[in-house]
Structure formats: structure tokens, C-alpha cells
């Protein structure tokens, strides 16, 4: 299951390795020292919600596709 580390730590811990499909080599989720849940692959920060609740992507947001 997943385990919050305190405030502070900037750590978001996982029972066992984060999954995608399979795989877990890629996909990182931390929380940053401003409290910033951050989500990278391949150790690259691709997107961010921020402790007001804004979120921050790398690239552009799509709305009403087909995620492949």
C-alpha cells in the first residue's frame, strides 16, 4: 500500500515499486521542499501539483483525447 512520509521529508514511499504497466524504472512521484507533489520520468519533472492545488505541466494538457 502507499505510505506518506511526515511533512518535510519529501518522500512519497510505496509498499513495494511504483508500477506502470509493469514496469518501474521510469516514474517518480516526490514531494519537493515547497510541498509540491512532483511526478518525473527518467529523472526529468514532467508535472506538479502545488500545495495551493495548481497544477504545472512540462508540456501541453489535452483535453478530450485518447490517452494511448
Known amino acids: 500500500g502507499l505510505k506518506l512520509a511526515g ?3 519529501g ?3 510505496f509498499a513495494s515499486n511504483l508500477q506502470v504497466n509493469g514496469n ?3 516514474w517518480t512521484i516526490e514531494v519537493d521542499d515547497d510541498d509540491h507533489l512532483v511526478f518525473s520520468y527518467a529523472g526529468n519533472a514532467v508535472f506538479a501539483i502545488q500545495d495551493t492545488g495548481t ?5 501541453d494538457i489535452t ?3 485518447t490517452p494511448t
Open 24 to 26: 518501474s524504472g521510469n
Open 11 to 13: 518522500k512519497v514511499e
Open 7 to 9: 511533512k518535510g521529508t
Open 55 to 59: 497544477v504545472i505541466a512540462k508540456d
Open 63 to 65: 483535453a478530450f483525447g
